[in-house]
């Protein structure tokens, strides 16, 4: 769907006041009545409702629905597009739309820029299409809503979801682009000086490469996050004039709506699924495939030169950061941080009485069989012979104990009384 800017400039404040109007009213009517649409606008004439409704429905930002039961109007992709793009401008995020940079299955990519010229790339996320219809069953923040198949409704919590994602990574220091706005179902964000990473063929170091992105897929991991489509169509490449120096690996990661948490049931798939996607590009592309050698201990990346070729889900990833609880990632678990270490030390407690009974139990394996085979008979007949007498002669040792108690309490606030201690430290009232 090609997004079109050029009647923008014509439109007066009371026309998106009458568009935003049915925007809200879409949240609880597939075709938003006319009455309804004057009465959220809060124009002050129907006429004037009717000639801005007249005015969007050329510009085809809103559409009338055939043989409906009422006159009404709902709102299209144009008209959601224009509501972004206002809020944006307002927000001074952007000043200019240019050309398209790609269009994707789920979808488009333009480049933009603010006021003082910099240039910035616009997402506009467009669920739906016929090559991503299953996208609602894919990801866990899509299946509750109460919209039905309200596409732009889904297309705004991928936008908010990405933008998220984002903007928590790059404050953590990944190589992500730095987002910039998020308005409905448009995110902004950084202009990355490179190409896709599909049509990389040649590269100056394949082996840190490869070791790099690797890397990646485990920091990503411990943070509690898994990309879930990590492959060279969202791998972007830098030119070498914008590389940062050595230190910089020369790639940056896009595409993170469909993210999901290490908790998820089906992590280590996904896990494995995006570490296959590296090795076949590299094995098919760059006709690098990492061998093991034996006597290679070096643990801190993957490939030649390494122990490891590749990363494992339940080998390499360990927890040392909580992001998809922070973004609720599908699959997260919703019990606070503090709450898992609890259960970890309750858990460690455990296992310490557990091994501190099975020491004892090794203690006493000395016994002979017949003392062991009279404790076994008195174990099992011990209910049968716990009889009235025994708890009357409980009760009165307790009852002896808590009077010379009051005695040796007595003797200490009066001064009468012969007080002795034992051993212990105990007080011994003499008669």
């Known amino acids: 769907m090609k997004l079109d800017t050029s009647h923008m400039r014509y439109l007066t404040a009371e026309d998106f006041r009458v568009l935003q109007a049915v925007e809200q009213g879409s949240r609880n009517h597939e075709v938003v009545p006319t009455q309804l649409i004057h009465q959220i606008s809060k124009m002050r004439s129907i006429s004037g409702t009717n000639r801005s409704i007249s005015d969007l429905a050329k510009l085809k930002l809103i559409s009338k629905l055939r043989n409906a039961k009422y006159d009404g109007y709902r709102l299209t992709y144009n008209g959601i597009d224009y509501l972004a793009l206002k809020s944006l401008l307002n927000q001074e995020i952007i000043y200019s739309v240019g050309n398209t940079i790609g269009v994707g299955k789920e979808s488009d990519i333009l480049q933009v820029s603010d006021k003082q010229g910099v240039a910035k790339v616009m997402k506009i996320h467009r669920l739906g299409r016929t090559s991503f219809q299953t996208v609602k069953n894919k990801r866990d923040y899509l299946k509750n809503n109460n919209q039905g198949t309200n596409w732009m409704h889904l297309s705004k919590l991928a936008a908010g979801k990405e933008y998220q994602f984002l903007a928590m990574l790059h404050t953590k220091g990944f190589i992500v682009p730095q987002p910039y706005g998020c308005s409905r179902h448009v995110v902004i964000m950084d202009m990355i000086d490179g190409y896709p990473m599909r049509r990389l063929r040649k590269h100056k170091n394949i082996p840190k490469l490869y070791s790099d992105l690797m890397m990646f897929i485990v920091k990503l991991g411990n943070s509690g996050l898994i990309h879930c489509d990590f492959n060279e169509f969202n791998i972007m490449m830098k030119h070498e004039e914008a590389l940062d120096g050595e ?17 998820h049931k089906e992590a280590e798939f996904y896990f494995k699924r995006d570490v296959d996607c590296i090795r076949r590009f590299f094995k098919k592309k760059l006709k690098y495939d990492p061998k093991p050698t034996s006597g290679m201990l070096d643990t801190d990346g993957f490939g030649e030169g390494y122990k490891y070729m590749y990363p494992e889900f339940n080998r ?39 091994n501190s009974d099975d020491e004892e139990q090794e203690g006493d394996e000395d016994l002979d069989d017949e003392e062991e085979e009279l404790d076994e008979e008195s174990s099992d007949y011990e209910d049968y012979y716990s009889t009235e007498e025994d708890t009357e002669e409980e009760t009165d040792s307790e009852d002896e104990q808590l009077e010379e108690n009051e005695r040796i309490i007595e003797a200490l606030s009066t001064g009468v009384g012969n007080l002795k201690m034992d051993k212990l430290g105990n007080y011994i009232l003499e008669e």
């Open 247 to 263: 230190e910089d690996c020369g790639f940056v990661v896009i595409d993170f709506p469909q993210s999901i948490s290490i908790e």
């Open 316 to 354: 390499d990833v360990k927890r040392t950061d909580n992001l998809d609880e922070l973004v609720q990632a599908s699959g997260f678990s919703k019990k606070h941080p503090g709450d898992r270490y609890l259960e970890e030390a309750v858990e460690r407690m455990r296992n310490a009485e557990y």
